[in-house]
């Protein structure tokens, strides 16, 4: 595809629902990852995919955060019972490269917003 | 105008000046960085990369210079556009070159 892709754009959940949040990378990079991005902060790394391997979750702030990718193509990144503090910004990005070793490309993000 | 990076998250210039946003870096095994542009309500875009071999980098407008004895990075515009308004990051792959580590970025206004 032209570039990355992410649905829905916009999200708004109330207090103790799931949601779930799509990323379509370009087509043919190996690599994924998803970020959170807070207001007026920089994006913090959740996790990272190597075709359907996910090699890092170390970002994920609790268990309540599971991503998923399973053909190695598309992703998506799970949040249960969501609380006020998970409202973000959710980035994906993807690269043809493996890990940061090449440049990343980003979608426009998911803005979560949790009531 | 000059930006020290995070000491300093908003960088005022004219339209027409040239601006320089710095960036200093904490791995010294890092070999590559890149400059992205968030403009508000969009994704990061990417602007420009180097890699470690390299001191100096070009593209539109834009120059990315790399310090590797004092763990610096600079992107300079040249004569700014309002366009060029928007947040600017720069990414470090971690030690385990992973992933990228973000700076909570430069927030750059271009006054007309």
């Known amino acids: 595809g032209a570039g990355v892709s992410q649905s829905p754009r916009y999200k708004v959940a109330k207090r103790g629902q799931d949601v779930a949040l799509r990323c379509d990378p370009i087509?043919?990079?190996?690599?994924l990852f998803w970020y959170q991005q807070a207001l007026g902060q920089g994006p913090e790394f959740l996790t990272y995919f190597q075709n359907e391997a996910q090699l890092d979750k170390s970002g994920l702030p609790s268990d309540r955060f599971f991503a998923e990718r399973p053909e190695g193509s598309v992703s998506t990144l799970k949040i249960q019972r969501t609380q006020q503090e998970d409202s973000a910004v959710y980035l994906c990005?993807?690269?043809?490269?493996?890990?940061?070793?090449?440049?990343?490309?980003f979608g426009p993000g998911t803005r979560l917003t949790v009531l | 105008g000059e930006s020290v990076g995070l000491h300093l998250p908003t960088l005022s210039v004219q339209e027409g000046d040239n601006s320089i946003i710095n960036c200093a870096y904490s791995n010294s095994a890092s070999d590559y960085f890149i400059w992205y542009k968030q403009e508000s309500g969009k994704g990061p875009q990417f602007i420009i990369d180097i890699r470690s071999n390299m001191d100096k980098r070009q593209g539109q407008r834009v120059t990315v210079l790399l310090n590797k004895t004092v763990k610096h990075l600079s992107l300079q515009i040249a004569a700014t556009q309002p366009g060029d308004s928007a947040v600017y990051f720069c990414?470090?792959?971690?030690?385990?070159?992973?992933?990228?580590?973000f700076g909570s970025g430069t927030k750059l206004n271009v006054k007309p």
């Open positions: 990005a993807s690269s043809r490269g493996q890990g940061a070793t090449d440049t990343q490309y």
């Open positions: 087509s043919g990079h190996v690599s």
């Open positions: 990414a470090e792959p971690t030690p385990n070159f992973n992933k990228f580590y």
